[in-house]
C-alpha cells in the first residue's frame, strides 16, 4: 500500500489549503473499515496527530485545529480530505496520511504546509 499526499503549498496567515491523500494498493473494503487521519511534524518537534476518522464515522482533532481543519473521507473513491483553513504561523509543518487497518498500518511521504505572516 501507497499513499501519495498532495496539496500542501506556501500561504499567508489565514489563508486555506487543502490536502488530498490518495492510497494506491488497497482494496475497498480495508479501506473502508480502516481508521484514517492526518498527522504533522514541524522542525524540531515530534510527530502529532491533526485529525483521524473511523470507519463509523467518529472525528477526532487536536485542540489547536479545531473549528479551523475538517477531515473528510470518500470510501467510494478510497480518498481522505484535511481541509484547513484560517491557518497559523504554528501549522507550518510535514503533513503526513496515515491508514490504520486490519492488513497493517501505512505511511505517506508527506506533503509541505508553509503559513508566513
Known amino acids: 500500500v501507497q499513499l501519495q499526499a498532495s496539496g500542501g503549498g506556501s500561504v499567508q496567515a489565514g489563508g486555506s489549503l487543502k490536502l488530498t491523500c490518495k492510497p494506491s494498493?488497497?482494496?475497498?473494503?480495508?479501506?473502508?473499515?480502516?481508521?484514517v487521519g492526518w498527522y504533522r511534524q514541524a522542525p524540531g518537534k515530534q510527530r502529532e496527530l491533526v485529525a483521524d476518522i473511523t470507519s463509523g464515522g467518529g472525528i477526532n482533532y487536536q485542540d489547536s485545529v479545531k473549528g479551523r481543519f475538517t477531515i473528510s473521507r470518500d470510501n467510494a473513491k478510497r480518498m481522505v480530505y484535511l481541509q484547513l483553513n484560517n491557518l497559523e504561523d504554528e501549522d507550518t509543518a510535514i503533513y503526513y496520511c496515515?491508514?490504520?487497518?486490519?492488513?497493517?498500518?501505512?505511511w505517506g511521504k508527506g506533503t509541505q504546509v508553509t503559513v508566513s505572516s
Open positions: 496515515n491508514i490504520d487497518s486490519a492488513s497493517g498500518n501505512y
Open positions: 494498493g488497497i482494496i475497498w473494503s480495508t479501506f473502508r473499515f480502516s481508521r
